[in-house]
């Protein structure tokens, strides 16, 4: 059963009993497994005894658009035309130029009996929801299949990781039960293959080919061409290889080593976990199987939001599910309650303040845009974490927040830091443009934190510096690896 908290009837169209299939407009939750979204879907077109079509399309205008983001959004599609394979009418879409794709899902829509999409707080999918719900001319439902925790099972946006830590450790074993289906396609009933339009069909068909040869398709497309593709591939075979690895080889030290550069225990897994191509209920489902002893749900005690020992006395299993429940999905609801989640206006009050009383402080360097872009600060540490960025489209994650503070500390305002984050962040880092992107960076000045000991430029605003990274971190095969800028 779907928690009605997870679907979210956009208008109040009926559906059409004369459309031809029910159309699922995928647009994040990038997998055919452990989707509530899907198995929504797959439920409505049963209902109406009519097929199901998946549709993804890939615009070539939204902000950032570059080969590297192209590349791993292709490398899934690939993947899904092959997974869907008789099994279920897949149909992707690359667009050449802005505007194409929507007419394409506009004829799409118009022979639907009804469209299901995926819920999300930012980015492109926010308004392209708001939009298209206005627009659709039959039923237009969203369904969230973000994280364990509905975006509506909360009230109000959460000012800090433990308010929202009291709601995860209350409502945490019933949102866990109702865990999306592994594989709703197997319950998928019409499978009547579908005569559609041939403006469909020959758009379709051109994106398979283009499919078949992504370097020589995103060559030709208008998106930023120097963010270069990253090695990790988009597939969700990839990210279930590196997960398995992660259970295998790094779980066990995560506590203590997640946060060391050098041979990092963390898991790897957000730039999947942004893109859909694996989902946090399957993620926790086996993290829980590496339980040590007998164990079940019911054991799990409500801490009152207290962090050590809820999810397991295992500090690594609780750390980990605490990072991938607790943190990231804050920032989801964060997002999802809070319009406007990326100005300087957003921060706490305690934090404009203290900000704003150390504005005029001297700050020891200041850099362009372009100087933190290319890594030319006088901080050995900033510089590596940045050429990870640029290179590999992540930085680790103990980094990313001194990476962050140090732009606070080295640009004329908090306002010009903030843009330069999140400019640079969505830029390159393949898990950017995500709610995590701003939790993370609004993070850096103050978000979700307490005030700390006041000092310059600061003001009460947590600080960090290279120096006690230098004596907390092993950091020297991190800095060999990253001490230059060739690729
Ligand atoms: C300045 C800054 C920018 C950031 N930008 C992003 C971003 O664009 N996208 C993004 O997903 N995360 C972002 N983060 C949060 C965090 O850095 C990454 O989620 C984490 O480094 C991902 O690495 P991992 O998958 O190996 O994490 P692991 O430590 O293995 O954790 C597993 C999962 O838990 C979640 N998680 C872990 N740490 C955090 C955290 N601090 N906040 C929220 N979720 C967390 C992620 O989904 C992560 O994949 C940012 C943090 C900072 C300080």
């Known amino acids: ?58 615009r070539c205008d939204y902000p950032w658009a570059s080969d590297r983001f192209h590349r791993f959004i292709m490398e899934s599609m690939q993947e899904l035309q092959e997974e869907a394979a008789g099994r279920v009418q897949y149909i992707p879409f690359i667009e050449y130029e802005p505007g194409e794709e929507p007419a394409f899902y506009e004829t799409l829509a118009s022979e639907a009996v009804e469209v299901i999409s995926d819920e999300y707080p930012v980015f492109i999918m926010r308004e392209q929801n708001n ?34 830590r009291k709601i995860v450790q209350r409502t945490f074993p ?18 009547e293959s579908l005569d559609l339009p041939d403006k469909i069909r020959d758009g379709a068909e051109r994106s398979r080919n283009d499919l078949e040869d992504i370097s020589k398709c995103i060559s030709r497309l208008p998106i930023d061409h120097e963010v270069e593709p990253v090695a990790s591939p988009g597939t969700r075979k990839a990210a279930i290889e590196e997960f398995e690895d992660f259970i295998e080889h790094r779980l066990d030290r995560y506590h203590e080593e997640a946060n060391q550069p050098d041979n990092s225990a963390a898991s790897n897994m957000s730039p999947w976990l942004h893109f859909g191509k694996i989902s946090p209920f399957e993620i926790t489902r086996r993290v829980f199987e590496q339980q040590p002893g007998k164990w079940s749900l019911d054991d799990l005690v409500d801490q009152n939001g207290s962090r050590g020992s809820y999810f397991s006395d295992d500090p690594n299993i609780e750390s980990y599910l605490d990072e991938v429940i607790t943190w990231r999905e804050v920032g989801f609801h964060f997002a999802w309650h809070e319009e406007e989640i990326d100005t300087f206006e957003s921060l706490p009050d305690w934090v404009r303040e203290t900000l704003n009383e150390h504005r005029s402080d001297t700050r020891p360097y200041v850099y362009t845009l372009e100087e933190f872009e290319q890594a030319e600060t006088h ?30 500390e080295w640009t004329p305002d908090p306002e010009t830091a903030l843009a330069y984050m999140i400019e640079l962040n969505n830029k390159y880092a393949v898990d950017g443009r995500d709610p995590n ?9 103050g978000r979700f934190d307490r005030p700390w000991p006041e000092r310059k430029i600061y003001g009460k605003v947590r600080y960090m510096s290279s120096d006690s990274t230098r004596k907390k971190c092993r950091l020297s095969g991190y800095l060999q690896r990253y001490d230059s800028l060739s690729q």
């Open 131 to 164: 939009r298209t719900a206005k627009e659709c001319g039959v039923r237009y439902t969203t369904v969230d299949a973000n994280g364990i925790i509905p975006l509506e099972a909360t009230e109000k946006a959460a000012y800090n990781a433990y308010f929202f």
């Open 1 to 58: 059963m779907i928690s009605e908290l997870r679907v979210n009837q956009r208008n109040k169209e009926k559906p059409d009993p004369k459309g031809k299939y029910v159309l699922y407009r995928l647009q994040i939750h990038r997998r055919f497994q452990w989707n509530h979204a899907l198995e929504y879907a797959v439920n409505r077109a049963n209902e109406h005894d009519k097929p199901l079509l998946i549709y993804e399309g890939l």
């Open 174 to 191: 019933d949102f866990y039960r109702a865990a999306p289906d592994n594989d709703p396609l197997s319950n998928l009933g019409n499978r």
């Open 437 to 445: 992107s701003y939790s993370g960076i609004f993070w850096c000045l």
């Open 379 to 408: 901080d050995e540490i900033w510089n590596a974490a940045q050429r990870q960025l640029r290179r590999e489209g992540v930085i680790h994650n103990y980094l990313r927040m001194l990476w962050g503070k140090k732009i606070l």
